[in-house]
């Protein structure tokens, strides 16, 4: 399974910016999607999360500013960032867990579920 991160780039503070993160790859079904950054020297935090039924969790500093929401038949996710400050600024990457197909044949159908990381994408937020 293969993750593909776009969307960040340079903004004004009080901008804003919309990443896609899409999934490709031997995909039988997705379960919860989450953005996660790093900023320079900093350790990686959890950004926002949802689930398969669409329940999302976000963390405290971007609570009321960003908005998840996931594309089940193109197994994309999405985060619209809103309201952006320079303390946003950092790589954001796309994580998922997904039962990956191992083998199909015509009397069986194999799959492991994994974790998987998407690269980064480089938000920026001048003030």
């Known amino acids: 399974v293969q993750l593909q991160a776009s969307g960040g780039g340079l903004v004004q503070a009080g901008g804003s910016l919309r990443l896609s993160c899409a999934a490709s790859?031997?995909?039988?079904?997705?379960?919860?999607m989450a953005w996660y950054r790093q900023a320079p020297g900093k350790e990686r935090e959890l950004v926002a999360s949802i689930t398969r039924s669409g329940a999302s969790n976000y963390s405290d500093p971007v609570k009321g500013r960003f908005t998840i929401s996931r594309d089940d038949a193109q197994n994309t996710m999405f985060l619209q960032m809103n309201s952006l400050k320079p303390e946003d600024t950092a790589v954001y990457y796309c994580n998922v867990d997904v039962s990956e197909i191992d083998s199909v044949d015509d009397v069986s159908l194999r799959y492991t579920n994994r974790h998987y990381w998407g690269n980064g994408t480089q938000v920026t937020v001048s003030s």
């Open positions: 790859g031997r995909i039988l079904n997705i379960f919860t």
